[in-house]
């Protein structure tokens, strides 16, 4: 007979997938550490997901997000994440109608509902480098560099569709002009006025579904280059809407980031 084990809500940010667990009241214990975090997020064996997500407590917001990847890396911050742990946090009555806000590893970010959907405001960024001066691929138009929470490059490509993900991310990933690696976004005009973007995540180490932090971080070269204007929208590779706002305060763009956020089930862990 299977061990009795922690309650879990399976969840997909925009074909971005997380098991989401509540640790308000019980600590995660060994579900934090690398190995089990490896085990339970691998696609075959155990639940399958990009990464793993606890809400706990905080004391200085309504409550924490903490986010690992799905090797067991521990993520400063995940958009998507973000997204999916709002839409939990209200369903657990953790948080209420109205604003709120969640504790990250970079910073506070404010949330609330917009017709339906969780949007969360991120830190100001400051760090924003258009046109780096990497070698560029035959259909690329210049390469970019924000930090967004996480480290992301942002690739200006004629059609995503086109793209390696994998065999051209991977490489750009290590970049050696990169202190710590990054995610790799591939971006080209949508239709009715939108983007496109296809993204290889680090951590992952393959391409995802979707990618919040990235879907900022293309927003926000695609305004530095005069592309596009404060307010984008970006259809991933799983076919959903990402909407990126921006406002300034005078010392920088603050991004603000909305979309899909949906319980795909709720289960109970047995072994891993």
Not at 163 to 184: E, M, Q
Request: glycine share 12%; hydrophobic share 40%; net charge negative.
């Amino acid at each position: 007979m299977l061990p009795a084990g922690r309650t879990f809500y399976k969840m997909s940010g925009s074909g971005n997938d997380f098991i989401m667990v509540d640790a308000m009241e019980e600590s995660p214990g060994v579900l934090g550490d690398s190995a089990t975090v490896r085990s339970i997020c691998a696609r075959a064996t155990g639940r399958g997901a990009d990464g793993i997500v606890f809400l706990e407590p905080s004391e200085i917001a309504d409550y924490r997000m903490t986010y690992l990847n799905s090797d067991g890396s521990r993520a400063d911050l995940c958009g998507n994440a973000s997204l999916c742990s709002a839409r939990l946090a209200m369903e657990l009555d953790i948080v209420r109608e109205g604003e709120f806000s969640m504790e990250t590893d970079a910073g506070i970010l404010g949330a609330r509902f917009t017709e339906g959907e969780p949007e969360v405001d991120l830190q100001v960024i400051t760090d924003v480098q258009p046109r780096l001066p990497i070698r560029l691929a035959s259909g690329e138009l210049w390469i970019g560099f924000a930090l967004v929470g996480v480290p992301h490059l942002v690739v200006r490509v004629a059609d995503v569709a086109t793209v390696d993900v994998v065999g051209r991310g991977r490489p750009l990933r290590h970049d050696a002009s990169l202190t710590h690696g990054a995610n790799v976004n591939f971006v080209s005009p949508g239709t009715g006025g939108g983007w496109s973007i296809r993204t290889f995540e680090r951590g992952v180490e393959g391409e995802t579904l979707a990618c919040g932090t990235g879907a900022i971080a293309a927003a926000m070269l695609l305004r530095a280059e005069g592309e596009a204007d404060n307010q984008v929208a970006l259809t991933t590779h799983s076919g959903r809407v990402l909407r990126v706002r921006q406002t300034t305060d005078g010392t920088g763009f603050r991004p603000s980031l909305s979309g899909e956020a949906r319980v795909v089930f709720q289960g109970r862990l047995g072994e891993f």
